[in-house]
């Protein structure tokens, strides 16, 4: 794909988990992110994707985690992220668990898509969306860059989509886990892309 254009009827762009929780200041975990989101301007180049995919009508998705209350979704979980998050991050109806105003889905244009899970494919119908919209290439930016965004690259690349890592929008809890996965995981199942990069290969 490093020289091939993209056909942006074709392809869709998956923001997982632009949620206050991260992104803004008083999220519970945006001190842990915030170092690595400035590094490479994720949250601006991010909107600078989301404003062109819409300018061009390109399919978007928005991913969002959150849970029950009583966090039953994963009560079963005892260790790892999923259990991090029962200390009151991502609870359903919360500030945090919205996603942020810098982001904020056009409701009637855009698709959203609750997970309870870290694979932005396990526990939701992103497949069937994609399929249902003739989607063979999936372009994936957001949080975190070796967590959640990792885990949907992976079964995205297994289940036979075109797969783009938008490398400068995501973010991690440091630097060295951030340039680590991009530089060494990523290519194994995905063709990373700067957002100038992906952009530029979209042609109507």
């Known amino acids: 794909m490093s020289s091939e254009t993209l056909n942006p009827t074709t392809t869709a762009i998956v923001f997982i988990e632009y949620q206050n929780e991260f992104t ?27 404003d062109f995919a819409r300018a061009h009508n390109i399919l978007v998705i928005h991913e969002a985690i959150y849970f ?4 039953r979704e994963i009560k079963n979980v005892t260790f ?15 500030w945090g ?5 810098t982001m904020k889905p056009q409701t009637e244009t855009e698709h959203v898509i609750r997970k309870t899970g870290l694979c932005g494919f396990s526990t939701t119908n992103l497949d069937f969306v994609l399929r249902a919209n003739g989607i063979q290439t999936v372009a994936i930016g957001g949080f975190l860059a070796n967590c959640c965004v990792e885990g949907t690259l992976r079964i995205a690349y297994e289940k036979g989509y075109h797969v783009v890592a938008l490398s400068d929008c995501v973010a991690a809890t440091s630097l060295e886990a951030l340039d680590a996965t991009i530089k060494y995981n990523y290519p194994h199942y995905s063709v990373p892309l700067t957002s100038d990069e992906f952009l530029s290969k979209l042609t109507a």
């Open 24 to 50: 803004t200041e008083g999220g519970k975990l945006h001190d842990a992110v915030k170092n690595s989101m400035a590094s490479n301007k994720m949250l601006e180049n991010s909107k600078k994707v989301l």
């Open 68 to 71: 029950s209350g009583d966090y």
């Open 80 to 94: 790892g992220t999923l259990a991090a998050c029962k200390g009151g991050a991502f609870a359903e109806g919360s």
């Open 97 to 101: 668990a919205a996603i942020c105003d």
